[in-house]
């Protein structure tokens, strides 16, 4: 990723680190456990599927398509509820197969690919996408399309989750006609799993306030027996309930999503449990769910020697990269966490160590 598409927090991490520290950090070995496919696809390639997409079709005008690419090179929020709008046009020009390989192909690119200085951004990626059927391309396709690309890399290289949207009806009955719903998914991803197909696990993402978590009890537990992994978007905001948050635990979820607004009861089941926690910090604080770095629910994670992966979530929005994020742990405060080597080496492993693939063997 060109390094002008990085700003705001992480640029400035990026921008104060020596040239040894930044070879440091690239050349750990690490994983990318948390990003969205259609959250991470370089603007480079949305600019490209603008020039030929087809406004006849009337999904978004011309002017509406421009100004969503304006907005997201400025990405700015007044809280994380306004996000998920900026998805619109990403998912507008991603709608034919072929939009979709070539998006999937860059992000792919993105994490994988050696850069000019010889290394990867990491040397594993747990991509994470949502089923989404469109005109012409249904969920089925829509998998295909995406997994083709995936397993065009070596197995230890990278791997599909599925995400449920928590906007998702459970079933067709609750769904009347929906996109798609939970017990979809979750077939899609058993389905592919059995297939021999590189899915690893399942998450749960989308608004964090909407849905009722208590339905997903038999889609989970069906999903386990399989020996797909569960990883669970979790009280990322103050508003997401105790009833909620305990909820989603009550699952035994092998990882955790943001995890920012635990009490003190769900820490002691994550603690208690070892469930590891990914952590995006320029996504918690873009989205203003974290006021500053050094606020950061990381440090508690930290001082608890607990398992967590560092990851991006959504490079494009965000407009940081996984060495980025890395930046944030080891430049000096208040640019970064100013960590020692050595504990950032620790995190790296530890990603690798709670990577899906891993847990598996
Ligand atoms: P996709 O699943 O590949 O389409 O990636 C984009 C989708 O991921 C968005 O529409 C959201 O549903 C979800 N997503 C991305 N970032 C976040 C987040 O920080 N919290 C919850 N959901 C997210
Ligand atoms: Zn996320």
Known sequence: MPSSTIAGPALAALSSLTPNQLIFIKSLPKAELHAHLNGCVPLSVLHQLAETYDFSKNLLSREEILSGLQTLENFSLDDIHSFFGAFRVIYALISTREALATATRAVLAQFLDDSSNGFPECTYLELRTTPRPIEMLSATEYLDTVLKEVE???????????????????????????????????????????????????????????????????????????????????AETTQNSASDTLQLLAYSPSRLGHATFLNEEAKEIVLKQSIAVELCLSSNIICKTVPSLSSHHIGYYLERNHPIAVCTDDTLPFRTSLTAEYALLLASPPLGLGLSQTEVEKIARNSLEVAFLRMET
């Open 152 to 234: 065009k890399y070596p197995s230890n290289r990278a791997a599909l989750i599925l995400s449920l949207d928590r906007r998702m009806p459970v079933n067709d009955d609750e769904g009347k006609g929906a996109a798609i719903t939970v017990g979809e998914v979750i077939d899609h991803a058993i389905r592919l799993k059995k297939e021999g197909r590189r899915v690893v696990g399942v998450d749960l993402c989308g608004d964090p306030l909407a849905g009722d978590m208590s339905l997903l009890e038999p889609f989970i537990t069906k999903a386990q027996a399989t020996g797909l992994r569960i990883t669970l978007h979790i």
